[in-house]
């Protein structure tokens, strides 16, 4: 029910916001700065906030909300080559045995990403990726700093976005006991655009906890969703609702995820103003 009613407000939120977007001239190409946004080392500063609402599975009747807010920082190191600095600060939600919710933040995950400043037909980019223990609540805490790579490959041919990004988290400090931090993320992405900032997309994160049980690593969920980009007043912004059903997950994790993604972007905010 908390899934239905928090889809059909933002259904009605995404239609109000295009109906006051159309009242405007936008300056920008919202279709080209949607496929910006759908580019993880795109020259673009980005502040997303994404909520997801897991539900079934192991969790029965209750639901596991996480917000992601996730700032994303290109930084022109010199002509040729640039840093995308990205930040995940995740507060968690989780249901409790007597039907209660307990939260609090969860570890803060840093990555970077070298990136050519003028790509090829293949976009790409590269570099380290650290976890900090900086979990609030028990229920959410790991005790471990964790480092590893993390990269990203993608292509854009007319109105289509492919790409892939992949990680992985190895703990080399740890407060002591589990859980330890070694764990695999793949997110193949693939996003159509049709025009006026609107896209239909898939971005499913595929998971595997080499430190869970046997049997018990993966989750893998599929879906797809809508999104759609525009001037809101003169901010631009990006809209998106998803939903996700995890066709491997395990014994004790969702079965579902809605994910709704609210994001203010900033094409010009780090860039030189040409002079007159």
Do not use: C
């Not at 009613?5 to 916001?17: H, I, N």
């Not at 580019?39 to 997801?52: E, G, H, K, R, Y």
Request: proline fraction near 9%.
């Amino acid at each position: 029910m908390q899934m239905m009613r928090s889809a059909t407000v933002f259904g009605w939120f995404l239609m109000a916001a295009s109906g006051l977007s159309a009242q405007e001239k936008p300056r920008i190409d919202p279709t080209a700065l949607a496929m910006q946004t759908q580019n993880p080392v795109a020259d673009l500063i980005t502040v997303p906030f994404q909520f997801n609402f897991n539900t079934g599975g192991g969790l029965g009747d209750g639901t596991l909300f996480n917000l992601n807010i996730q700032p994303v920082i290109p930084i022109k190191v010199t002509p040729d080559w640039t840093v995308i600095a990205r930040t995940i600060v995740p507060y968690l939600s989780s249901p409790t045995p007597d039907g209660g919710q307990v939260g609090g933040i969860g570890d803060i995950i840093f990555q970077t990403f070298l990136s050519p400043a003028h790509p090829g037909k293949i976009i790409w980019g590269i570099g380290p990726e650290f976890s900090v223990p900086a979990a609030t609540n028990p229920l959410f805490r790991t005790g471990s700093w964790a480092v590893g790579p993390t990269a990203v490959a993608l292509t854009m041919r007319g109105s289509w976005v492919i790409g892939l990004l992949a990680n992985q988290l190895w703990t080399f400090a740890d407060a002591g006991g589990d859980p330890e931090v070694n764990q695999l993320l793949i997110q193949p992405f693939i996003n159509y655009n049709f025009g006026k900032g609107w896209a239909i997309a898939t971005g499913p994160i595929i998971t595997a906890n080499w430190s869970a049980p046997s049997g018990q690593e993966w989750t893998v969920p599929l879906g797809l969703g809508i999104t759609r980009t525009q001037v809101l007043g003169r901010r631009p912004i990006n809209l998106g609702v998803q939903y996700y059903y995890n066709v491997v997950h395990p014994d004790n994790g969702p079965s579902s995820q809605l994910r709704i993604i609210f994001a203010l972007l900033y094409p010009n905010a780090h860039k030189p103003e040409e002079k007159k």
